[in-house]
Nanobody, 124 residues
Framework: QVQLVESGGGLVQAGGSLRLSCAASGSRFSIAAMGWYRQAPGKQRELVATVTSGGRTNYADSVKGRFTISRDNAKNTVYLQMNSLKPEDTAVYYC??????????????????WGQGTQVTVSS
């Protein structure tokens, strides 16, 4: 079993910055990709940014140039640096990890995990 623990959300004024962190813990797993999604009230959950184990990144158009996703493979941690925040960035942000859980050195299964969510509120 793997757990994702998020931190770093909060209240900030428009134009401000926040940094989210998400650490994966557990035993015998290899992470393929990690990312951040968000869900605003009354809206569907949407992709914010993802990063693969090789460092390839992908961003939603709405955050390009403002948000930066990064990853520390040694710590199994992904970060989301959010700059120039706008009120429309207000949402619950969820960490996601796609990983392989190993039952043995040659026997594993792909699993998808989600964090508990952290609230980001941007005031105008």
């Amino acid at each position: 079993q793997v757990q994702l623990v998020e931190s770093g959300g909060g209240l900030v004024q428009a134009g401000g910055s926040l940094r989210l962190s998400c650490a994966a813990s557990g035993s015998r797993f290899s992470i393929a990709a990690m990312g951040w999604y968000r869900q605003a009230p009354g809206k569907q959950r949407e992709l914010v940014a993802t990063v693969t184990s090789g460092g390839r990144t992908n961003y939603a158009d709405s955050v390009k140039g403002r948000f930066t996703i990064s990853r520390d493979n040694a710590k199994n941690t992904v970060y989301l640096q959010m700059n120039s925040l706008k009120p429309e960035d207000t949402a619950v942000y969820y960490c996601n990890a796609g990983l392989i859980e190993w039952r043995s050195s040659s026997d594993g299964s792909y699993m998808d995990y989600w964090g508990q969510g952290t609230q980001v509120t941007v005031s105008s």
